[in-house]
């Protein structure tokens, strides 16, 4: 009861989405599929860093290792940038891909691939417990945050008699505020939507959904 009860919360709360849908005959109708990790369900005090990559990808360790003692985001970093001063790398982040690298290192399995995969295989790792982590991009120059990333950990799919599908993305970020996408518009995420109330000038920046990784093991 409690994924149909969000079902219909995001439903009143997204109403442009549901413009696009096209009605249909009831017997023509399909169940949604909903899938939510109810470990993300709570969201936890906004962490203000500029390591908002190395952040997630220790979330996604933790998360995965859970029985291990839990890594911090200046972990990640120490792996990546190896024999640089503590000090030094407070003060740094790292990129997507190089933050990827802490992964390998500790020997977690994952899969990468650029923009969007089928909602299938999201449903699918979300029924297997596995959160997915998305490498977001500004769509115009910030350089204290120029890349990013988010948890997903959440969809619905709205499936149409044409074989296509509404689709809803629920994600979680650990340094701003969390984030609800859906398919059909150009899935650009308005990370900074706290800071915008106190910053004007970046009232115009999102950030695009430009890979995915999934499948995390260890």
């Known amino acids: 009861m409690k994924k149909y009860g969000l079902v219909l919360i995001l439903v009143l709360g ?3 989405f549901f413009c ?3 009605f249909v005959h009831a017997q023509n109708f399909q169940k949604p599929i909903v899938e939510i990790m109810a470990e993300f369900q709570s969201k936890p005090k906004i962490v203000r860093t500029i390591q908002s990559v190395p952040i997630h990808v220790a979330a996604i360790r933790n998360f995965i290792s859970k ?4 890594v911090s985001s200046l972990d990640v970093m120490r ?3 190896t024999g640089t001063p503590l000090s ?11 933050a990827l690298t802490y992964f390998d290192h500790q020997k977690i399995k994952y899969t990468k691939t650029n923009g ?3 909602y299938r295989i999201i449903v699918d790792e979300l029924r297997a417990k596995r959160p997915i982590l998305l490498k977001l991009k500004a769509n115009t120059p910030y350089w ?12 619905q799919v709205f499936p149409l008699p044409d074989g296509k599908a509404n689709i809803l993305y629920i994600c979680r970020s650990l340094n701003h505020a969390d984030q609800v996408t859906y398919s059909g518009g150009e899935n650009n995420f308005n990370l900074l939507a706290n800071e915008k109330q106190q910053d004007p000038t970046i009232q115009n920046i999102v950030y695009s959904w430009k890979a995915t990784v999934y499948g995390f093991k260890k």
């Open 14 to 16: 997204l109403s442009p």
């Open 20 to 22: 696009k849908a096209n």
């Open 67 to 70: 029985n291990e003692t839990p």
């Open 79 to 81: 792996s990546v940038y």
């Open 88 to 98: 030094d790398l407070s003060s740094r982040t790292a990129s997507f891909d190089d």
């Open 116 to 118: 969007i995969p089928n």
């Open 144 to 155: 204290p945050e120029s890349e990013s990333a988010i948890l997903l950990y959440g969809i």
